[in-house]
């Protein structure tokens, strides 16, 4: 399994960005996409997951309302649209998977991105 992650960079306070999560070798039936974040000197969080087989999508309550996963499974690619972004959501941002239903515990994935850094300025 590998997955590629990209549409970081360098934004304003309010501004938008997209994170691609482009995945392949991906042989399980039914499976999760997660979205990870760390800050320098802090743990990795939870962001947001999606999963082929439940009808929601999950979100950590810091971006509910603000953040949009969605999945083209036709590429398969998994994106995070980010909107009125915070200077508190800079962080390398993660992708990661694995079979069965969404968490966003960071221990429930065994397959991860390298990552792609977003930094939002005051």
């Known amino acids: 399994v590998q997955l590629v992650e990209s549409g970081g960079g360098l934004v304003e306070a309010g501004g938008s960005l997209r994170l691609s999560c482009a995945t392949s070798?991906?042989?399980?039936?039914?499976?999760?996409i997660a979205w990870f974040r760390q800050a320098p000197g802090k743990e990795r969080e939870g962001v947001s997951c999606i999963s082929t087989s439940e009808r929601r999508a999950f979100y950590d309550e810091s971006v509910e309302g603000r953040f949009t996963i969605s999945r083209d499974s036709e590429k398969p690619t998994v994106y995070l649209q980010m909107d009125n972004l915070k200077p508190e959501d800079t962080a390398t941002y993660y992708c990661?998977?694995?079979?069965?239903?969404?968490?966003?515990?960071?221990?429930?994935?065994?397959?991860w991105g390298h990552g792609t850094q977003v930094t939002v300025s005051s």
């Open positions: 070798g991906l042989s399980y039936g039914d499976y999760a």
């Open positions: 990661a998977t694995d079979a069965g239903r969404c968490s966003l515990w960071a221990r429930t994935y065994r397959h």
